[in-house]
Antibody, heavy 117, light 108 residues
Framework: HLQLQESGPGLVKPSETLSLTCAVS??????????WGWIRQPPGKGLEWIGSIYYGGTTYYNPSLKSRVTIFVDTSKNQFSLNLTSVTAADTAVYYC?????????WGQGTLVTVAS | SSDLTQPPSVSVSPGQTATITCSGN??????ASWYQQRPGQSPEMVIYQDKQRPSGIPGRFSGSKSGNTATLTITGTQAMDEGDYFC???????????FGTGTKVTVL
């Protein structure tokens, strides 16, 4: 039973880098069966796909965020991570990690990241 | 990338049918998925590949598509079906996934 759990700072200062980790349990992050990704949801608003990664390291990013986003896998810890640079208040959101490509399932519980000084 | 268009809200009486539409060029070119987000919870996929239902999702949820519009139907709606519903598809022009604007379902 695949499960995902996000972790990371709940508060990030403007212009700094947002870094989140998603711990994977119930399968290997190196599995060829899955893509791993991140989706975010600003408070009270809709969903935005940030990007996804395949086990071999191939990444796909939302064009609107591509210049600031990096997603990578840590096989030794069975987890994958998100870095988002030069954050502003507009990056305040609940960040979800997800599995699979285009049929996002399951989702982590989500973690709220607030960008403020 | 532009969001897919959904009605902001749908109200339905218990036991009746709720219908949610999702429109956009992307829907006509690829598969649509639907997600339910109950208040305070993470989204959960309820339909994939336009009309397929994941294991564990009740049979009252069904999906269909015609042209550039996908439809999620909840037959015999229950109070537990209240929440926000989002459609999602692939945009081959921008090479990215896009979501619908979201529909709030209220069971009166």
């Amino acid at each position: 039973h695949l499960q995902l759990q996000e972790s990371g700072p709940g508060l990030v200062k403007p212009s700094e880098t947002l870094s989140l980790t998603c711990a994977v349990s119930g399968d290997s992050v190196s599995s060829t069966s899955f893509y791993w990704g991140w989706i975010r949801q600003p408070p009270g608003k809709g969903l935005e796909w940030i990007g996804s990664i395949y086990y071999g390291g191939t990444t796909y990013y939302n064009p609107s965020l591509k210049s600031r986003v990096t997603i990578f896998v840590d096989t030794s810890k069975n987890q994958f991570s998100l870095n988002l640079t030069s954050v502003t208040a507009a990056d305040t959101a609940v960040y979800y990690c997800v599995a699979r490509w285009g049929t996002f399932d399951p989702w982590g519980q989500g973690t709220l990241v607030t960008v403020a000084s | 990338s532009s969001d897919l268009t959904q009605p902001p809200s749908v109200s339905v009486s218990p036991g009746q049918t709720a219908t949610i539409t999702c429109s956009g060029n992307e829907v006509g070119k690829t598969f649509a998925s639907w997600y339910q987000q109950r208040p305070g919870q993470s989204p959960e996929m309820v339909i994939y590949q336009d009309k397929q239902r994941p294991s564990g999702i009740p049979g009252r949820f069904s999906g269909s598509k015609s042209g550039n519009t996908a439809t999620l139907t909840i037959t015999g709606t229950q109070a537990m079906d209240e929440g926000d519903y989002f459609c999602q598809a692939w945009n081959s022009d921008t090479v990215s996934f896009v979501f619908g604007t979201g529909t709030k379902v209220t069971v009166l």
